[in-house]
DNA sequence: TATTGTTATACTCTATAACTATA
DNA sequence: TATAGTTATAGAGTATAACAATA
């Protein structure tokens, strides 16, 4: 027990170096983030739903007869990440691939009658993951975390 | 160009259903850091640096002497998933690995002449970085998005 | 020619287990 | 017994390339 002791302030208490790791604002969108996903897997364990096989479902139940493609753009992933995933989730009954009317390309996505039944549960169980993890912020904080959030990310405001 | 164009908000411009993917925090905390670490690959491809490994020389860096296990434990990495890192940045010839006087079980960490005389311009591209991906927010916001982030996978305030 | 969706494949990051050598 | 460090290995996530079918 020594070095392990030097402590992170440099001079004043609460002082952080500007270029040090710990005020790099990527370095702790990484590491909240990570925070963030392993709660998700926790609290979702039972379900056996990941991050983002939860949002395939959500985004799907949000816009029923969307596009795989229009999934892929909107969730940000390749098609060929997403065909094993959609595959996965048609094996287990959660998700139906049916073609489109006019253009036989196209794969059109809807939730089956069991994962409509599930997604209520589903989201109630995210609603506590994310109030788990976010229980050190206000609902002010919270609101403003998002705005920024979607600042970074998203061109809009 | 048809179910493409169907847009986010519901009712009114700038609202979001509160339980809808895009309210989510963690969702949004996600593609946030994704960008920021695919932002952060491209400004240090030349340096053949990634998030982790740079985070691993900026900490050496700031605590020369600390053990690989200190680093693990504030880097938040398993020692099974560090060692082969260390391994790479030593064979690089960025990190010194020496015995502990004490301890003979410990290895302790410092960079090379070589990887102190880069880091300053590394850590310039690491600035640039930032900037690039937070160019939408203002000094305010970004200090303010430091505090919250911290706030969460820290417990500390 | 471009787009949709798929397979195959490789790389990185992470997690667990098993092991050694020390303490 | 517990800790520091390593190796091996498996699971996710993501990236590219190549392909078939269709527009």
Redesign the pocket.
């Known amino acids: 027990m020594n070095d392990i002791d030097a402590d992170t302030d440099r001079n004043a208490p609460g002082a952080m170096a500007e270029d040090a790791l710990d005020a790099q604002i990527g370095y702790n969108l990484k590491r909240a983030s ?1 925070l963030a996903m ?1 709660d998700f897997a926790v609290e979702l364990a039972d379900a056996a739903l ?3 096989t939860y949002g395939m479902l959500a985004l799907i139940d949000e816009r029923p007869g969307i ?3 229009e999934l ?1 753009r909107r969730l940000g ?11 996965e989730l048609e094996e287990r009954g959660l998700v139906e ?1 049916d073609d489109h009317a ?6 059109v996505l809807t939730l089956t009658q069991m994962a409509r039944n599930a997604m209520p549960g589903w989201r109630r169980q995210v609603r506590r993951h994310e109030d788990r993890f976010l229980q050190r912020l206000t609902k002010k904080e919270r609101a403003t975390l998002l705005r920024l959030l979607r600042l970074i990310w998203t061109g809009e405001d």
Chains 1, 2 share one sequence.
């Open positions: 990570a392993n990941r991050p983002v596009r795989a493609a892929c992933m390749k098609s060929a990440n997403m065909a094993p995933l959609l595959a691939r006019d253009d036989r390309r196209v794969r």
